[in-house]
Nanobody, 126 residues
Framework: QEQLVESGGGLVQPGGSVRLSCAAS????????IGWFRQAPGKGREGVSC????????GYADSVKGRFTMSRDEAKNMVYLQLNDLKPEDTAVYYC???????????????????WGQGTQVIVSS
């Protein structure tokens, strides 16, 4: 059974950094497109980063481009999201997600993913 587990969230000051981790079981992540999403209080889920299963290219939402970096660790079957220069508006629960099968692209669309972790909360506040 495919499972995803996020970790690494917490309370961070504005301008600070944090690295989120997503561990997979039941499947090999390097063969799949992976997405990172977030949901702020009172808002819908937003795609922030993804990596393609075809060419390993990463994509980012405009709101995080230049500040967030997604990477894979194939040996550990994990993906990471490095969050730098954090702002209060980055406060959210962050989720990693995987599709059912081959996606053939990097997607920030929630509808393209079926496997979701439980989320890890990031709070950016002084």
């Amino acid at each position: 059974q495919e499972q995803l587990v996020e970790s690494g969230g917490g309370l961070v000051q504005p301008g600070g950094s944090v690295r989120l981790s997503c561990a997979a079981s039941g499947f090999i992540m390097e063969y799949y497109a992976i997405g990172w999403f977030r949901q702020a209080p009172g808002k819908g889920r937003e795609g922030v980063s993804c990596v393609s299963d075809v060419d390993e290219r990463a994509g980012y939402a405009d709101s995080v481009k230049g500040r967030f970096t997604m990477s894979r660790d194939e040996a550990k079957n994990m993906v990471y999201l490095q969050l730098n220069d954090l702002k209060p508006e980055d406060t959210a629960v962050y989720y990693c997600a995987a599709p059912f099968g081959a996606l053939g692209k990097c997607s920030l669309l929630e509808k393209d993913y079926v496997h979701w972790g439980q989320g890890t909360q990031v709070i950016v506040s002084s």
